[in-house]
């Protein structure tokens, strides 16, 4: 596809890998809309990118419908969804409780399906469009501590094969993303990001394959893609 007008939404895209890919798909040319919960550092992040900002966050199902409402006020069409908000919650399968299960998966699973839900509506009357899921290499393989969200992110490379499968005939490219270990804030409330350390990744990195990803002509497209630090030791 081709970058230049196209529109953009980008869940979670006031901090780390969301920003990164806004800021880099907007030099290219694109137009952009980002989510989050925080609106001062949505704000201050759209203003930077030059984005529309739409508060919303992406485990209320009544702020997933607001997005695409207030998508509908500025675009008619939508050419990119980019499922990227989600959270971690990490603790040993004896200390999991229900609660925190259910935000992981609040977020990152059924916020993930309701946003592809509602994008696919309008992907369908346009017969194009494209879904970016960004899961993670703990889609890939489990570990200790890794429960609640290691499932959330088995889950989303689980729906990213059905949603291929029933949007495929639209000419929808769905692609699932997943980056290892990135230098963001992630996991950290205050949103402060971690400092750049030359051998690991960065949110850059992930934002110049979902470039890529997309910028392959419509006719094919690119189903996984496993990003992770050459030689972090
Ligand atoms: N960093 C890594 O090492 C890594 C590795 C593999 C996969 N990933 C995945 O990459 C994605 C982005 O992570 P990141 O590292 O860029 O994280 P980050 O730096 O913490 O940024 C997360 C972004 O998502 C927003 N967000 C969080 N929860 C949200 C919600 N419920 N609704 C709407 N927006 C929400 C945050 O803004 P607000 O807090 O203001 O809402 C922020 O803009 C996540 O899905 C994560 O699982 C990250």
């Not at 203003?47 to 607001?66: F, L, M, T, V």
């Not at 998508?71 to 040993?92: C, E, P």
């Not at 592809?116 to 890939?140: C, M, P």
């Amino acid at each position: 596809m081709n970058l230049k007008n196209a529109n953009v939404l980008i869940t979670g895209g006031s901090l780390g890998i969301g920003k990164a890919t806004a800021m880099l798909l907007k030099e290219h040319g694109a137009n952009i809309a980002i989510t989050g919960r925080n609106k001062d550092r949505l704000d201050k992040a759209a203003k930077e990118i030059g984005a529309i900002a739409i508060q919303a966050d992406a485990g209320n199902e009544a702020d997933i419908k607001k997005t695409f409402e207030e998508l509908s006020s500025h675009w008619d069409r939508l050419d990119v969804l980019v499922n990227n908000a989600g959270i971690g919650k990490h603790s040993a399968l004896a200390e999991v409780t229900s609660k925190e299960f259910t935000d992981v998966f609040n977020v990152n699973v059924l916020g993930a399906a309701l946003y592809a839900r509602e994008a696919a509506e309008w992907f369908k009357k346009q017969n194009s469009g494209n879904i970016i899921n960004i899961a993670s290499t703990s889609g890939l393989k489990g570990y200790e501590t890794g429960t609640m969200y290691v499932a959330s992110k088995f889950a989303l490379r689980g729906m990213t094969e059905c949603w291929r499968a029933e949007l495929r005939r639209y000419n929808v490219r769905v692609t699932l993303v997943n980056p290892s270990e990135v230098t963001t804030a992630f996991g950290n409330p205050q949103g402060v990001e971690r400092p750049d350390e030359p051998k690991k990744l960065r949110s850059m990195e992930i934002a110049h394959v979902i470039k890529s990803v997309l910028e392959i002509d419509d006719r094919g497209f690119v189903t996984d893609a496993t990003v992770f630090a050459t030689n972090p030791w």
